[in-house]
């Protein structure tokens, strides 16, 4: 397989903590160009080796060196420089939410179709294998017909006064940050398209919400929960009842928090089972990048996929 060149477009400590890194341990993967405006992008790139530093997003986007980029900027700057990099015909893995509504989506979705390119954002955590045998799971009737779903991500915000995720001028809000990822799972177990959903607000700071509960309704009859929050403890679980057992994941969306160890508990026929697997979510998701180019879309996240999920938060960042 043709070696990946990457550019990393922000400087944010997802890239630092975790993709990178994983970029560098993929094979057939490097990255060769970093360009960030908050002054970061010198350290990082002698802290990584990166060969080419652009004082712009464009300057890198005009690159030879570039066939990728993986965008990490405030949740508001994505639609722009995702399109920018679509429009210079380089594959485009963004972090979530890709968009804030509908209408940007689709645009992206066309124009990376039209310049040939993959566009793809990034829920790492679907491509750690937990969430897979989960699915495998469910689809083989170990716990039944599927009743109820209910996730958790919650934990404690630590800077209070100038974090981005606080800043309504910049996509913020725990929706956008964490509550995306009960959204994206409830999606993809049920794959029904809620048809009501009620939203709560417990607290909120510069008008931005920070701690929600969303209840949901599937035309299946299917109902779902979701809550997330600024505050508490890191809670990251999924509990599900079917007609004939129940499941626990108890690192559902950062298994490398469990040393990359998913565990799916379940418990059906009177009977209680743990599997565990293993991996590292993040690099799973370079290789099924890298792997999806040839077909411009990646059979574990679709493009209706990616459509839907945008759809729900929409949904319910109306309802909040």
Same mark, same amino acid.
């Given at each position: 397989m043709k070696t990946l060149r990457w550019g990393i477009i922000g400087a944010a400590n997802i890239a630092k903590q975790q993709v990178i890194p994983a970029i560098r341990q993929t094979p057939n993967n490097e990255v060769t160009a970093i360009a960030s405006r908050s002054g970061k992008a010198e350290s990082l790139a002698q802290q990584f080796h990166i060969p080419n530093i652009f004082q712009s997003y464009e300057a890198l986007l005009e690159s030879p060196d570039v066939d990728a980029v993986y965008i990490a900027l405030p949740n508001s700057h994505h639609k722009q420089w995702a399109l920018a990099a679509i429009q210079a015909n380089k594959h485009v893995l963004c972090e979530k939410p890709i968009v804030l509504t509908t209408e940007d989506l689709t645009e992206l979705q066309q124009a990376a179709k039209k310049h040939h390119v993959l566009l793809m954002e990034a829920f #790492?955590?679907?491509?750690?294998p937990q969430i897979g045998k989960a699915k495998q799971l469910i689809a083989e009737g170990t716990i039944g017909e599927l009743l109820t779903i209910r996730a958790r991500f919650h934990f404690t915000m630590e800077n209070w006064d100038d974090d981005i995720r606080l800043d309504p001028n910049l996509g913020g809000g725990v929706l956008n940050d964490i509550g995306c990822y009960p959204v994206n799972v409830l999606n993809y177990l049920i794959e029904e398209t809620p048809n009501n959903i009620q939203a709560l607000q417990g607290k909120t700071k510069n008008e931005i919400d920070t701690h929600i509960a969303v209840q949901l309704s599937y035309p299946s009859g299917i109902l779902a929960q979701f809550? &997330? $929050?600024?505050y508490g403890p890191m809670t990251q679980t999924i509990d599900i009842i079917? *007609?004939?057992? *129940? #499941?626990?994941?108890?690192? &559902?969306f950062r298994a490398d928090q469990n040393n990359y160890d998913g565990i799916i508990h379940y418990h059906s026929n009177n009977e209680t089972h743990t599997v565990k697997e293993t991996g590292n979510a993040y690099i799973e998701q370079i290789k099924a990048f890298h792997q999806a180019i040839e077909n411009k879309? $990646?059979? *574990?996240? *679709?493009? &209706?996929?990616m459509l839907q999920q945008t759809e729900t938060l929409e949904r319910i960042a109306k309802a909040l």
């Open positions: #790492m955590y679907r491509f750690h809550d &997330a $929050s600024f079917g *007609t004939a057992g *129940t #499941m626990q994941l108890p690192f &559902a879309e $990646s059979p *574990t996240y *679709t493009d &209706a996929q």
